[in-house]
């Protein structure tokens, strides 16, 4: 028996849409692909579809990855904000 756990090796996109920089960046078209379409497919190419999700709080962005059938996870704003403070916390 192999004392190392089952691990199961996922891929999580991050992709928000009010970006400070680049508003609405995950949805740029880049000759004919969006940027998120185009980050998915290349994650593809290292790993099985079934273990790439996109991370989003935004329902623009939702809605595109369900319609190119992609893994979509919608984020909840207040999660964000805890996992901010307890970083902010952590640098104390």
Do not use: W
């Amino acid at each position: 028996m192999s004392s190392e756990p089952n691990l199961k090796i996922v891929i999580i996109i991050p992709a928000r849409y009010n970006s400070s920089r680049l508003p609405g960046k995950p949805l740029i078209d880049i000759c004919g692909k969006s940027m998120i379409n185009r980050t998915f497919n290349r994650c593809c190419q290292s790993l099985s579809k079934e273990n790439i999700f996109v991370a989003t709080d935004d329902l623009r962005i939702y809605s595109h990855c369900q319609e190119l059938n992609m893994n979509v996870i919608m984020t909840q704003v207040l999660v964000k904000l805890e996992l901010i403070e307890y970083m902010r916390l952590q640098k104390k």
